[in-house]
């Protein structure tokens, strides 16, 4: 059974760094085809693909956010880490980790998603 | 990239069908035959319902499906039941990137 989970700050401020650690079983990042992505969802409002990596360290990211963003992984401890840089008010979202399937186009399961407010 | 285009909602009684709508362009659901849609209750994570246009998930209901025709995929839901009520989302792979739809809220009359 894969499951995944997000941990990370539920308040940052303006202009600070948000980093947000998915913590996943029941699948290895070192598995060929294999990779995590991060979505977001602003209160009330639409899903947002922020990154995604593949269990060959290959990266991809939003262009309208890729200046912001890092994403990494620790096949070791089974986790992918997401930075955010320059956090405004406008990131104020729920962010979730998902498995993306061997060589699949789709993500599958979702963690539960954790909250992040960014406010002053 | 722009994200994809789904009409804000839907409704159906139970027993009816009903068809939500996903364009994009030749970039992403035309491009490709890797468009998924996802169920969301709310305050709950996206479920995965359909994948590669067409395919069911094991343990998705085969009430469930998907089409795609040119840059417009498409996700039918047959046999309404009120469990089916949610915001449903559809995503399409493009050679760089990942998008998602604005989300359709679908109301079971």
């Known amino acids: 059974q894969i499951t995944l989970k997000e941990s990370g700050p539920t308040l940052v401020k303006p202009t600070q760094t948000l980093t947000l650690t998915c913590t996943f079983s029941?699948?290895?990042?070192?598995?060929?085809?294999?990779?995590v992505g991060w979505i977001r969802q602003p209160p009330g409002k639409a899903l947002e693909w922020l990154a995604l990596i593949y269990w060959d360290d290959d990266k991809r990211y939003s262009p309208s956010l890729k200046s912001r963003l890092t994403i990494t992984k620790d096949t070791s401890k089974n986790q992918v880490v997401l930075t955010m840089t320059n956090m405004d008010p406008v990131d104020t979202a729920t962010y979730y980790c998902?498995?993306?399937?061997?060589?699949?186009?789709?993500?599958?399961?979702w963690g539960q998603g954790t909250l992040v407010t960014v406010s002053s | 990239q722009s994200a994809l285009t789904q009409p804000a909602s839907v409704s159906g009684s139970p027993g009816q069908s009903i068809t939500i709508s996903c364009t994009g362009t030749s970039s992403d659901v035309g491009g490709y035959n890797y468009v998924s849609w996802y169920q969301q209750h709310p305050g709950k994570a996206p479920k995965l319902m359909i994948y590669?246009?067409?395919k069911r998930p094991s343990g998705v209901s085969n009430r469930f499906s998907g089409s795609k025709s040119g840059n417009t995929a498409s996700l039918t839901i047959s046999g309404l039941q009120a469990e089916d009520e949610a915001d449903y989302y559809c995503?399409?792979?493009?050679?760089?990137?990942?998008?998602f739809g604005g989300g359709t809220k679908l109301t079971v009359l």
């Open positions: 590669d246009v067409s």
């Open positions: 998902a498995h993306r399937p061997r060589f699949g186009n789709w993500f599958d399961p």
């Open positions: 029941g699948f290895s990042l070192s598995t060929s085809g294999v990779g």
């Open positions: 995503s399409s792979y493009t050679s760089s990137s990942t998008l």
